[in-house]
C-alpha cells in the first residue's frame, strides 16, 4: 500500500473549518483513502474514505485532488471535541490491513 | 448493540506469566482484528481473521496467538509475557472487503 505524510500537527479556532492535508504520491489506481482518528486514549474511530470523488457524510468532507497524489480532510465547523490525532490511510481493494502511521495532531482552541 | 468490547482494561503482568485478552463483536462482521499502540505511535497489526477459524498473522505476531472458533469472539493469547509488550491493545472488526473497522476501547497491558 501506498505511505502517507501528515504534518505532524495543526491548530484550528473553534468553530471554523479544519482542513487536515495528506500526501499519498505513491497511490495506485484501486487504492482507497481512509480517514480515522482517536481522541486521547480511545480506540480509533472511522471518519470517511474514498477512490477518486469527492466524499461527504455527517462528520466531515474528503476531497481528493484530480491526480489522487494528495487529499484534505474537512471538518466544517471544529468543535474542541474534534482534538484528536488523525490518522490518513491508503488501503488496497484485496488487503486487509490498514497501516498506520504517526497521524496529525489536531488542537482545536476556543 | 455493544459494539467492539474488550477485557480487562488493565492488566499488570509480571515477566513470563502469560493471559489471554478477550474481544467480542454483536455486529456480524467476518473480519476481526487486533493492534497495539505504544506511546506517541500509530497502531501496528498483530494478527488479524476474515471468519471463523481462519486466522492469519500481521506486522507484529510474535509473543501472540489468537483464534477464532466464533464469529462474534477473537481472544488474544501472549504466551509469555515480556516488558516489550507493554502496550495498549485494541480489538477491531468490520465487514470484509472494506476498510471501515469499528474499534473497542482498548486494554492497557504493562509487563514488570
Known amino acids: 500500500d501506498a505511505k502517507t505524510t501528515q504534518p505532524t500537527s495543526m491548530d484550528c479556532a473553534e468553530g471554523r473549518a479544519a482542513n487536515l492535508p495528506c500526501n499519498h504520491s505513491t497511490i495506485s489506481g484501486n487504492e482507497y483513502v481512509y480517514w480515522y482518528r482517536q481522541i486521547h486514549s480511545q480506540g480509533p474511530q472511522y471518519i470517511i474514505h474514498g477512490l477518486k470523488n469527492n466524499e461527504t457524510n455527517e462528520m466531515a468532507s474528503l476531497i481528493i485532488t484530480e491526480d489522487r497524489k494528495s487529499s484534505t480532510l474537512i471538518l466544517p465547523h471544529a468543535t474542541l471535541r474534534d482534538t484528536a490525532v488523525y490518522y490518513c490511510?491508503?488501503?488496497?481493494?484485496?488487503?486487509?490491513?490498514?497501516?498506520w502511521g504517526a497521524g496529525t495532531k489536531l488542537i482545536i482552541k476556543p | 448493540n455493544a459494539g467492539v468490547t474488550q477485557t480487562p482494561k488493565f492488566q499488570v503482568l509480571k515477566t513470563g506469566q502469560s493471559m489471554t485478552l478477550q474481544c467480542a463483536q454483536d455486529m456480524n462482521h467476518e473480519y476481526m482484528s487486533w493492534y497495539r499502540q505504544d506511546p506517541g505511535m500509530g497502531l501496528r497489526l498483530i494478527h488479524y481473521?476474515?471468519?471463523?477459524?481462519?486466522?492469519d498473522q500481521g506486522e507484529v505476531p510474535n509473543g501472540y496467538n489468537v483464534s477464532r472458533s466464533t464469529t462474534e469472539d477473537f481472544p488474544l493469547r501472549l504466551l509469555s509475557a515480556a516488558p516489550s509488550q507493554t502496550s495498549v491493545y485494541f480489538c477491531a472488526s468490520g465487514r470484509t472487503g472494506t476498510g471501515e473497522q469499528y474499534f473497542g476501547p482498548g486494554t492497557r497491558l504493562t509487563v514488570t
Open positions: 490511510i491508503v488501503r488496497g481493494v484485496s488487503n486487509y490491513q490498514l497501516i
Open positions: 481473521s476474515v471468519g471463523a477459524g481462519i486466522t
